[in-house]
């Protein structure tokens, strides 16, 4: 996933083609049907849309990654093959995070093309300068990078502290956490502090708790108070500059970290404002750029989304749309943590690392809006398969040692 969106795309067709019959013969149950509706309520909407042609190719960013759900349902029949994805998964993020690691402590960007034309590996960003000093690995936006980041690292973090695949594992670990600070999306440091404090209390790793929060404190502190008093000073001297200036950076008037915190609130408002007037249908897919440039007359090369997912929802959707596709995150989140409670070994801690990555993508999607970038919204989807994998095929054993 993380290397080629056309590969990703072409093999989610093939997967497709052999499997196709099998999955249409399924029983879709509860959980088919509401995608099936959900899916049937999107395509409505586009007839109330604004701008009816961006709106049908918005949906492309939905209802494929439904049957995408399902696929995965279809195939991952037993723990053998639960345990290969997760495996692939971390082999997959190991790589990236290597990547990003390396993109962020040379400072550079890295081209590969062994067939001109035809195969082009790219580590970094192509996108303007202002980007490459923040970690893109393979794909384009920093905060795409993120996005992946969270929904790998919690299940690498719930598997090492469990001993499972322990060399995978640390070495994911050892490998995007620095790539995710590259980043320097605050909005992913601030998911990933909240849920490696949740993993670490559910393991009752209170020691290893209360670093964590004492190193985010000693940040903020580093980075928030006065430049001109030795603690800070000292504490500047030892921290990565990485860390505390964009801290600092995000309280300054005039930076670029603090424009974008502006420039947030605003899409915030814009979002909202969009929700209230149109409440039931929305304004159509992928319209916000053109209702905040038409309609409030923002320029829509500043802001072009609502850099948040929920809202996002409701102002394009509607809020019947946007209950049905928020409430089937949330009700999988649940479904997750019951069958948990059920299970023992290898596969609970299994299932609590794809939860602990469910939760992080979505308290991103409290500031960004990730699933733009389809390897994304296909890992994101193929979790929330897995997940409802885990409640329909209830292991008896250990597959992972």
Known sequence: MPFSAPILGLSWLLALIFTGRALAERKPGLVGRWLWVEAFVLLAMTAFSIRPGDSLLGLFNYVPFFLFFGLTVQLIDSERRRAQLLQVALWSGFVTGLAGTVEWLSGRNWQWEPVSGVILLMIGSQQEAGILDRVTSFFAWPTSAAAYFLLILPVAMA????????????????????????????????????????????????????????????????????????????????????????????????????????????????????????????????????????????????????????????????????????????????????????????????LIGLLAALAAYLLFGLSDVPFYESRINALFWAWLGLIWSYSTFLPTKATIE
């Open 159 to 350: 598997m090492a502290m469990a001993r499972l695949k322990p060399w995978l594992s640390w070495s994911v670990l050892l490998t995007i956490t620095p790539a995710l600070l590259g980043t320097a999306s605050r909005n992913a440091w601030a998911s990933m502090l909240v849920v490696s404090g949740a993993l670490l209390l559910f393991a009752r790793r209170f020691w290893l708790m209360a670093a964590l929060g004492s190193a985010a404190v000693l940040v903020l502190f580093a980075g928030l108070g006065p430049a001109d008093s030795w603690p800070v000073a000292t504490l500047r001297f030892l921290i990565p500059a990485a860390l505390w200036q964009k801290v600092a950076e995000s309280a300054q008037s005039g930076t670029a970290s603090f424009e974008s915190l502006t420039n947030r609130f605003e899409a915030w408002q814009i979002a909202f404002e969009m929700t209230l007037a149109r409440p039931l249908t929305g304004w159509g897919l992928q319209t916000f750029p053109f209702v905040e440039q038409e309609v409030f007359g923002r320029s829509a090369e500043n802001l072009l989304h609502a850099h948040n997912l929920y809202l996002t929802y409701t102002a394009e959707t509607g809020i019947p749309a946007a209950l049905g596709l928020i409430g089937f995150y949330f009700w999988t989140l649940i479904a997750g943590v019951r069958t948990a409670l059920k299970l023992q070994g290898p596969a609970r801690v299994q």
